[in-house]
């Protein structure tokens, strides 16, 4: 088939690395073809002949490969395939692409190439919560490097939490939504959302914010890679995990989440499902803030930007198709009209909050998605079944 895709698959020193023979199989069957990268570590676990027989291609091991260097060259491997994908990620390998080190040919080419890279972590649990992993992860998530995992569950270490690799069919289902090979009534669109709640610093402990979960969000996230969607995801503070394939951003303030989103324009579809603090205080204290006898502390407010109205108004890079969230709790149709017109936005999708208790945090919502002539409603959703009505409404009005 002249649409065949291929990857290139980094493979880190990890138990997981058993994986990796079932994923090339998994990959081969879906008509994506591999050329396995064996890092020293890895070939502890698996062996350059189970890689080789498996992808039916030479597997690479050495920088210094000076065959290579004059048939292939490590930069054309970096750049020939249509993505790339590291698969375990080790905590020393996600260490080395944060840092930009460069002294194997693993490291080497990731740092040269120019496409899209899909991280799949592997580690023990403690490593994986350690602040240096964390903070690599971060640094990585901000070069627009893509996440799929790591599971929880119980390890090969016998401790259990967050660090299992995830399964094959999972990863394959992330590269499919980065590779757009599985065709959605979305494929080909570009989708940004903003989701979750921001936090808005008083001084360096403690913040204003407020009980968003960001489920809502992170729902439309995945339900519209799983359409075909290109997604960018602009994201506070949650306890969530960002959707496999997904370009993940993560904020923690009002303006930090306008400057990512704008920067990540031009959209198709944008979708603002987060629950932007209002007010911000003017001037946060650089050190923290003191009880005194005198009195109580006096929080002088400004005003966070509507990022809504901000993409509303731009002349030149309006999304097509701009939504926004509204949370109601009385004459919510009425309510969410009158949001419709003041924001400029094409659509609201309003929740009825009245009844449920708490919207916040549940995985059931109601929402009616209110357009300039007509108002649809969906009762007592899944979030994901929310997302997934939206979306295809949308799919529907860009065709
Ligand atoms: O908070 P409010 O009811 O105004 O939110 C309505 C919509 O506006 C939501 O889609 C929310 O994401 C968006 N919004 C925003 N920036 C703000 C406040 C709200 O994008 N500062």
Same mark, same amino acid.
């Given at each position: 088939?002249?649409?065949?895709?291929?990857?290139?698959?980094?493979?880190?020193?990890?138990?997981?690395?058993?994986?990796?023979?079932?994923?090339?199989?998994?990959?081969?069957?879906?008509?994506?073809?591999?050329?396995?990268?064996?890092?020293?570590?890895?070939?502890?676990?698996?062996? #350059?002949?189970?890689?080789?027989?498996?992808?039916?291609?030479?597997?690479?091991?050495?920088?210094?490969?000076?065959?290579?260097?004059?048939?292939?060259?490590?930069?054309?491997?970096?750049?020939?395939?249509?993505?790339?994908?590291?698969? #375990?990620?080790?905590?020393?390998?996600?260490?080395?692409?944060?840092?930009? *080190?460069?002294?194997?040919?693993?490291?080497?080419?990731?740092?040269?190439?120019?496409?899209?890279?899909?991280?799949?972590?592997?580690?023990?649990?403690?490593?994986?919560?350690?602040?240096?992993?964390?903070?690599?992860?971060?640094?990585?998530?901000?070069?627009?490097?893509?996440?799929?995992?790591?599971?929880?569950?119980?390890?090969?270490?016998?401790?259990?939490?967050?660090?299992?690799?995830?399964?094959?069919?999972?990863?394959?289902?992330?590269?499919?939504?980065?590779?757009?090979?599985?065709?959605?009534?979305?494929?080909?669109?570009?989708? *940004?959302?903003?989701?979750?709640?921001?936090?808005?610093?008083?001084?360096?402990?403690?913040?204003?914010?407020?009980?968003?979960?960001?489920?809502?969000?992170?729902?439309?996230?995945?339900?519209?890679?799983?359409?075909?969607?290109?997604?960018?995801?602009?994201? /506070?503070?949650?306890?969530?995990?960002? #959707?496999?394939?997904?370009?993940?951003?993560?904020?923690?303030?009002?303006?930090?989440?306008?400057?990512?989103?704008?920067?990540? *324009?031009?959209?198709?579809?944008?979708?603002?499902?987060?629950?932007?603090?209002?007010?911000?205080?003017?001037?946060?204290? /650089?050190?923290?803030?003191?009880?005194?006898? =005198?009195?109580?502390?006096?929080?002088?407010?400004?005003?966070?930007? =509507?990022?809504?109205?901000?993409?509303?108004?731009?002349? =030149?890079?309006?999304?097509?198709?701009?939504?926004?969230?509204?949370?109601?709790?009385?004459?919510?149709?009425?309510?969410?009209?009158?949001?419709?017109?003041?924001?400029?936005?094409?659509?609201?999708?309003?929740?009825?909050?009245?009844?449920? /208790?708490?919207?916040?945090?549940?995985?059931?919502?109601?929402?009616?998605?209110?357009?300039? =002539?007509?108002?649809?409603?969906?009762?007592?959703?899944?979030?994901?079944?929310?997302?997934?009505?939206?979306?295809?409404?949308?799919?529907?009005?860009?065709?």
């Amino acid at each position: 088939m002249t649409d065949k895709k291929s990857i290139l698959l980094i493979i880190g020193g990890g138990i997981a690395a058993y994986k990796c023979l079932e994923l090339i199989r998994r990959l081969k069957e879906h008509n994506i073809s591999v050329t396995p990268v064996l890092t020293k570590a890895g070939a502890e676990f698996v062996t #350059p002949l189970s890689l080789a027989t498996l992808a039916e291609t030479q597997v690479h091991t050495d920088l210094f490969d000076l065959k290579n260097e004059t048939e292939i060259g490590h930069i054309q491997l970096s750049r020939q395939a249509d993505f790339v994908v590291v698969a #375990p990620a080790t905590a020393d390998l996600m260490a080395k692409m944060a840092n930009g *080190l460069a002294n194997d040919l693993a490291s080497t080419l990731l740092l040269a190439t120019d496409k899209d890279v899909l991280v799949a972590p592997a580690m023990n649990v403690r490593m994986w919560d350690h602040p240096a992993t964390q903070r690599n992860i971060a640094t990585l998530r901000q070069d627009g490097v893509l996440f799929v995992g790591p599971d929880d569950g119980d390890m090969a270490c016998g401790e259990t939490g967050p660090g299992r690799l995830s399964e094959p069919d999972q990863i394959v289902q992330a590269i499919q939504a980065v590779l757009h090979v599985k065709k959605g009534p979305l494929s080909g669109k570009s989708v *940004l959302i903003t989701a979750g709640p921001t936090h808005e610093p008083i001084d360096p402990v403690r913040y204003i914010a407020n009980r968003s979960s960001g489920k809502q969000g992170y729902a439309l996230a995945e339900m519209a890679a799983s359409l075909g969607a290109d997604v960018t995801l602009v994201s /506070g503070p949650t306890k969530l995990s960002p #959707p496999a394939g997904v370009r993940y951003i993560g904020i923690e303030t009002a303006r930090e989440m306008r400057d990512a989103t704008l920067a990540n *324009l031009p959209a198709d579809i944008a979708i603002c499902a987060a629950a932007v603090a209002d007010w911000r205080v003017k001037k946060s204290a /650089g050190q923290k803030m003191k009880k005194s006898k =005198d009195g109580l502390p006096v929080l002088d407010l400004a005003e966070n930007p =509507d990022i809504l109205a901000t993409l509303s108004d731009l002349k =030149d890079n309006r999304p097509h198709l701009l939504i926004g969230f509204a949370a109601e709790t009385e004459t919510v149709i009425e309510h969410a009209k009158k949001k419709l017109k003041k924001k400029g936005c094409d659509w609201i999708v309003a929740n009825d909050v009245s009844t449920e /208790g708490n919207v916040f945090g549940n995985d059931e919502t109601s929402i009616h998605i209110i357009t300039k =002539d007509s108002v649809e409603s969906f009762e007592k959703v899944t979030k994901s079944e929310a997302a997934q009505h939206v979306l295809l409404k949308a799919a529907e009005t860009l065709k």
